[in-house]
């Protein structure tokens, strides 16, 4: 009777033990343990890496960059005369690195931005989460990497509730250009909606710039601006008056042409401040 | 006393464990045919869980995609008719429109590398869009459809039981559809059944297994019965339809279509993108005598393929064995 009362005991003691684990109590450590109790003093905590804030600023101007450009306004193309009033400017910027002043990159995730004029007029792509350090340059994307082309459905930007997608030829329409114009043809109006990621029909550019002397200081509080300067008239560089094309809603040579005019010489780097 | 130290022995494992939850519905994942080739579709990007399949199934019946709530997947895709639409060459959408092809039958979609007659659609979690957006069809907006849902208790408890987040989103749509149409799967049909040793052909359904695998197996190739290429098969001399080259832009895709599955084909009639014909023995017909000159005709039917009465007979008594009546009547993918 006594050794089975002493067995009771220490099955009991047993149970009360198993579950008075130790370990590593902090949900936030690498080596977080639920089935841990009791904090042992064991938690190991990954490099706390201090980040801060990067602005990238679209600033979007006619031609000259003494003339703001805004949707709803009417724009006179210096080269073919047109009158152009835009009521749609929309385009995708994506995959941006900045270069650290050791050569490296930090890239950032998910890096997918939808810079849309109907709804602010200078776009401001806030980048968080940038390693403190000093930078020396950016390469970004105009327009949409295929990888996500073909991919399946995305979020965030990507979404398809933007607008920015064919439905019939899967792949993101990547510029959005629409509005009146008196020289257009039928009706009046333009309509250009560029896109493609493959062979011929890629317009997709990556883009490259050096800060210069000056070299981008990001720190926990910094506040740090990138300027880039956007001119939609560039879409009509080589493509002429709208009276050549109105419209454009597939990928192919009229969007590979527009958009590569566009990209290349309508989207630059203008100047950092920290 | 043995008895108690089993007692505590038992207490001391069982101290630690959670309660086991036990799961309302029975769990489910992607059923994969032994003798079909790996999916096309990424299922770890996608993992099909009862809940998520559940409200695929729920959308897929649902007239909520529609513009005016008239129209739902299952409209034009009828589970009585293998998931293709009412035997009509082209269907109706919203407002009655109607559109230019026939809608092909929604199965086996784990395989397909691409969608539509043209293959314009190159992933299945982007396939859904197009008959939602598309303004003879579903004419809804994408934008539309995730603020009705958003908009909803009832959806919104739909979704979260399924994805767990307060915020419908289209990706969630996109991927719930996926997975109702990932186990749509076709192999229960006569054929299968020879093919796993569980049934035979009689004398005739062999004589045309023999025939198919001669004349037609190149393109209709097993077990699938389809390559899913595009090619041109002499239906018209000047294409009123250009199909693949819509997508490419190359005049040498123009009149090319997606060869179509032989699964189930007697149960999907009309036939051909348009839906022009509405036998199988049109069809036979076609092949054999019909066939028309185009630049882009395809090096297999140059000659077409000539059949003689009881070929097509023997044929036909094959084509039989495809019917896959197990599907059309599958409880887990009827109307919830």
Redesign the interface.
Known sequence: MKKIALLVVAAGILVFNSCKKEGCTDPEALNYSDKAKTDNGTCQYEEVQETGKVTLMLAHYWVNETMDFSLNMQYVHPETGDSLTFTTFKYFVSNIKLKKEDGTWWTQPESYYLVNLDEAEGAQLVLSGVPVGNYTGISYVMGVDSTRNVSGAQTGALSTTSGMFWSWNTGYIMVKAEGTSPQAGMGGAFTYHLGGFSGNNNIVTTKTAAFGTESLNVTTTSTGMIHLGVDPSRLFTTTGSVSNVGMVHMPGQNAVTMATDFYNSGVSFKYIHN | ?RF??IL??L??LT??KKTLITPVLPLLSFYQPVDFPEPVY?LA??PVTREKFELGRLLFYSPVLSLDNTISCATCHAQTHLFADHNVAVSSGVGGLTGTRNAPPVFNMAWQPHF?WDG???????FS??P???PVEMNE???NV?NKLNASDYWKKQFKAAFGTDQI???QL??AL?QYMLMIVSDGSHYDKVKRGQASFTADQQAGYNLFLQKCASCHKEPLFTDYSFRNNGLDEISADDGRY??T?LESDKGRFKVPTLRNVLLTYPYMHDGRFFTIDQVLEHYSSGVKSHTNLDPSLQNGIPLTADEKKYLKRFLETLNDYELMSKMELSEP
Request: hydrophobic share 50%; with cysteine; charged share 10%.
């Open positions: 006393m108690i130290i505590c022995l207490q001391v101290a630690c990424p990007q996608n539509m314009g659609v190159n992933h299945l979690e982007m869009i197009a939602i957006t598309n907006t994408m934008l995730i989103t289209d990706q996109f991927r996926t819509l997508i832009q």
